[in-house]
Nanobody
Framework: QVHLVESGGGLVQAGGSLRLSCAAS????????MGWYRQAPGKQRELVAV???????NYQDSVKGRFTISRDNAKNSVYLQMNSLKPEDTAVYYC??????????WGQGTQVTVSS
């Protein structure tokens, strides 16, 4: 079993920054990707950013140029640096890990609230 623990959410004013962290532990044999999703009230969960083994990253269009995903493979960790935050970035952010056998694992979520 894989366990993901997120940290770093909180309340910030528009234009501010936050850094989310996620550490994976447990039976981690091989990772295909690690990333971040978010879910705002009344909306579906959506991909924010993902880092695939081999160095490929992908971002949702609305966060390109503002958010940066990074990984520390030695620590089985993924980070999301969020700059120039907007009220529409308010959501619960979930860490995601996809194994090489394409099992999906999720963290418990961390709240990010951006005030205008």
């Amino acid at each position: 079993q894989v366990h993901l623990v997120e940290s770093g959410g909180g309340l910030v004013q528009a234009g501010g920054s936050l850094r989310l962290s996620c550490a994976a532990s447990g039976s981690i044999f091989s990772i295909y990707s690690m990333g971040w999703y978010r879910q705002a009230p009344g909306k579906q969960r959506e991909l924010v950013a993902v880092s695939v083994d081999g160095g490929i990253t992908n971002y949702q269009d609305s966060v390109k140029g503002r958010f940066t995903i990074s990984r520390d493979n030695a620590k089985n960790s993924v980070y999301l640096q969020m700059n120039s935050l907007k009220p529409e970035d308010t959501a619960v952010y979930y860490c995601n890990l996809v194994s090489s056998t394409f099992f999906y694992y999720w963290g418990q979520g961390t709240q990010v609230t951006v005030s205008s």
